[in-house]
């Protein structure tokens, strides 16, 4: 397979030895942007919002959920790997996979397919028992939520995106091999999740398998927004629709909302949400082997 943009606009270091040092020191300056880029988001969407007049943040509080601001904040580690990139590494950030060809129809495409993936997920566990639905109501405040904090979902995800697939990703496997930039995206992706509600080890594995198929994606389609869109749809309907925990984070507002079944948690996914079940462990995998097998077919084609 030919090498992808998001990898040749990754400027190759000649020394064999400073590029293997410079895919170390990016995982831990990956970290370093995520908790500085937090701290400093934290700082200024907080006093920005309490600056506002009580009444006008009453009206913004009530018409969306709470959990938006704790969204937003995601915009400063984005800004951070992008300065980082323009300053140190002296490429435009349009390599790190914001490419204008198509974009809205990535963005359309991975948003049905993060639907149709946690869709998937729900479905089954609904199916087994493993959820049951106790609350339903499409009114028109729970509706307007989900359409208001949907760009901020994809703000967090696609940060996430940003920083693990388009980011690191590419500059890993561009300095040693495709498998390690592959295996640090993915195990740091579940790594970062280590200090969320509930995590237990099933959860972190399905971190981890998300980060793989992740990766997969990125490679099939060669930019950012696809795979920023699915997991913003998973994400979302996860939890401003279905009402589930996302990875162990709760919503205030959703037109649906599951309790667990007397079911093991393995089924049901505890206090993390279905992503804590083995239901999403199929979901994905099934997914994944598509994709690998895209990839394959692909290749061939080219060879």
Known sequence: MKE??????????????????????TIFLLVFFLYLGNFLGGLVVWNLFFALPSDVFQIIMFAIDPLFMDLLIFLFPAGLVCLWVLAVERRSPIGL??????????????????????????????LTGSIHLSYF????????NLILILPFWFIQSGTEELLTRGWLFPVVSKHTRIWIGTAVSSL????????????????????ALFGLLACLYVLKTDNIWGISAIHAAWNCFQGSFFGLSVSG?????????????????????????????????LVMSVYILYLAWDLYQTKQSQA
């Open 188 to 207: 740091l992706f579940a790594i970062l999740h280590l200090q969320n509600p509930s995590v237990n080890w099933i959860s972190l594995l399905n971190i």
């Open 97 to 126: 996979g914001f490419y204008k060809e198509k974009a809205w129809l990535e963005l359309l495409k991975g948003g049905l397919i993060g639907f149709l993936l946690i869709g998937a997920v729900v479905g089954l566990q609904v």
């Open 137 to 144: 109501d499409f009114s028109f405040e729970n509706i307007l």
């Open 4 to 25: 992808i943009r998001m990898f040749g606009a990754v400027k190759p270091i000649p020394n064999k030895q400073l590029a293997w040092l410079y895919a170390v020191a």
């Open 249 to 281: 984070l709760s919503t205030a507002y959703a037109p649906m909302r599951f309790e667990n079944g007397k079911v093991p948690e393995f089924m049901s996914g505890g206090g993390f949400g279905p992503e804590g079940s083995l239901f999403s462990s």
